[in-house]
């Protein structure tokens, strides 16, 4: 452990340029609470060999993968949001030129589309979802645009190339509705002009070939999987195949994930019911359904067990977890991550601490509170 001073100086350290963390495929998709690329970077490199497994069970968009494949390790990502592993997807699948020309011929194809629509000719087939309130969160025009995108998305036959546009599209959905913004759940009228949807993909689009590309040249050709799946049960991974865990739970009662990708979901059509049913310490259990911090750590505790079982012994997990309110009251995220990492066969060899008020975008600013801390615990696998 004698290197963790230099991850403590890598977390703490101010950007000296811009996209310093948002580098190659790292800005493909908005997600709540990413953790910088730096950190697993830093903790695969000390952990891990080339050829290792690295396993993150909270993947959110894949910030782990990308930096495992990048350093010629093998990774797993699980998450139970399907926005999260469309992403993860995307980030991590290396393009030949073929793949890029794929995406190149489809932009003028779905712009001559919408242009064809608004002179009132149909020259494609294409469905609008259907759910509550859709014309509060969507313009008319906007709903066509997305349409005629997504049918021509959903006639690629290259796997790699529909993730690929899929997360383009997934990413612009926020940015052409009515929702004030990615972290603020509300109407307002933003007067999205006519071909405004489309521009917003393409340009998406290119900046993600410009990105993708050169992520092909610089990384490895290690394996990247990927399940849509609830940490609590990792019953695809067998005992003892993973070299190091990177990740970071949810903090309890901080945000509610399936809100944050609620129009996404629904455009590409998966079932944000269950994700919300499932989601561990969404704000829409402790807050609106008034659940018991008890809750969140029991399954915490079984996801740990879970940790524990696949990961190999005297192996680590570097877990980063934030520090929570519930009624009123702080609720020390160390304090019981101690307790189930001695419930679950983990030793605490390290904890850095420091204050989320600078370093949390929540999803309403309520929420804030200048005595909660985040935690990065480093956990060695002691199991019998």
Not at 128 to 146: A, D, M, R, S
């Given at each position: 452990?004698e290197?963790?001073?230099?991850?403590e100086d890598?977390?703490?350290e101010k950007?000296n340029?811009v996209g310093?963390?948002?580098y190659?495929t790292?800005?493909?998709h908005?997600y709540p609470?990413?953790?910088?690329?730096q950190?697993?970077?830093?903790?695969?490199?000390?952990?891990t060999?080339e050829?290792d497994v690295?396993l993150d069970p909270?993947?959110?968009c894949?910030t782990t993968?990308v930096?495992a494949?990048?350093?010629?390790?093998?990774?797993?990502?699980?998450d139970?949001?399907?926005i999260?592993?469309?992403?993860s997807k995307a980030?991590t699948?290396?393009?030949n030129?073929n793949?890029?020309?794929i995406?190149k011929?489809l932009?003028p194809?779905?712009?001559?589309?919408?242009y064809n629509?608004y002179?009132g000719?149909?020259?494609?087939n294409y469905d609008?979802?259907?759910?509550y309130?859709i014309?509060?969160w969507?313009?008319k025009?906007?709903?066509n645009e997305l349409?005629?995108?997504?049918?021509?998305i959903?006639n690629?036959?290259n796997?790699?190339?529909k993730?690929?546009?899929k997360?383009a599209f997934?990413?612009?959905?926020?940015?052409?509705?009515?929702?004030?913004s990615?972290?603020r759940?509300?109407?307002?009228?933003?007067?999205i002009?006519?071909?405004?949807?489309?521009?917003e993909f393409?340009k998406?689009?290119?900046d993600?070939?410009y990105?993708?590309?050169?992520?092909?040249?610089k990384?490895?050709?290690m394996?990247?999987?990927?399940?849509t799946?609830n940490?609590?049960?990792?019953?695809?991974?067998?005992?003892n195949t993973?070299d190091?865990?990177?990740?970071?739970?949810?903090?309890?009662?901080t945000?509610?994930?399936?809100l944050y990708?609620?129009?996404?979901?629904?455009?590409?059509g998966y079932d944000?019911?269950?994700?919300q049913?499932?989601?561990i310490?969404?704000?829409n259990?402790?807050s609106?359904?008034?659940?018991?911090?008890?809750?969140?750590?029991?399954s915490?505790e079984?996801?740990?067990t879970e940790m524990?079982r696949v990961?190999?012994?005297?192996?680590?997990?570097?877990?980063?977890?934030g520090?929570?309110?519930?009624?009123?009251?702080v609720?020390?995220?160390?304090d019981f991550m101690?307790d189930i990492s001695q419930?679950?066969?983990?030793?605490?060899?390290?904890?850095?601490s420091?204050?989320?008020?600078d370093?949390?975008?929540?999803?309403?600013p309520k929420?804030?509170?200048?005595?909660k801390?985040?935690?990065?615990?480093?956990?060695?696998?002691v199991?019998k």
């Amino acid at each position: 452990m004698e290197n963790n001073k230099k991850i403590e100086d890598i977390i703490f350290e101010k950007s000296n340029g811009v996209g310093t963390t948002t580098y190659l495929t790292h800005n493909f998709h908005v997600y709540p609470a990413k953790f910088i690329p730096q950190l697993p970077h830093k903790t695969i490199l000390t952990f891990t060999k080339e050829g290792d497994v690295v396993l993150d069970p909270f993947c959110g968009c894949g910030t782990t993968l990308v930096e495992a494949k990048l350093l010629n390790r093998h990774s797993i990502g699980i998450d139970l949001n399907p926005i999260a592993i469309l992403a993860s997807k995307a980030k991590t699948n290396k393009f030949n030129d073929n793949d890029i020309n794929i995406v190149k011929e489809l932009i003028p194809k779905i712009e001559i589309d919408i242009y064809n629509h608004y002179k009132g000719i149909k020259t494609i087939n294409y469905d609008i979802p259907i759910f509550y309130n859709i014309y509060h969160w969507f313009q008319k025009n906007v709903l066509n645009e997305l349409g005629i995108i997504k049918a021509h998305i959903e006639n690629v036959r290259n796997d790699k190339v529909k993730y690929f546009m899929k997360t383009a599209f997934s990413s612009i959905i926020v940015i052409v509705s009515n929702q004030e913004s990615d972290t603020r759940y509300a109407a307002i009228n933003k007067n999205i002009e006519n071909y405004r949807t489309f521009n917003e993909f393409s340009k998406k689009i290119n900046d993600m070939l410009y990105r993708i590309a050169d992520f092909s040249k610089k990384a490895s050709d290690m394996r990247v999987e990927t399940y849509t799946e609830n940490s609590e049960n990792m019953h695809f991974l067998e005992d003892n195949t993973i070299d190091h865990i990177m990740t970071s739970p949810p903090y309890a009662n901080t945000y509610d994930y399936y809100l944050y990708h609620k129009f996404r979901m629904y455009w590409l059509g998966y079932d944000v019911k269950k994700v919300q049913k499932l989601e561990i310490g969404s704000r829409n259990r402790h807050s609106s359904k008034k659940e018991n911090i008890s809750i969140f750590i029991d399954s915490l505790e079984k996801c740990m067990t879970e940790m524990n079982r696949v990961l190999k012994r005297d192996k680590y997990a570097v877990v980063v977890i934030g520090d929570c309110v519930i009624k009123g009251d702080v609720i020390k995220a160390d304090d019981f991550m101690k307790d189930i990492s001695q419930k679950t066969g983990f030793e605490i060899v390290r904890k850095i601490s420091y204050n989320q008020k600078d370093n949390t975008k929540l999803f309403n600013p309520k929420f804030t509170n200048g005595d909660k801390l985040e935690h990065i615990l480093f956990l060695r696998n002691v199991k019998k």
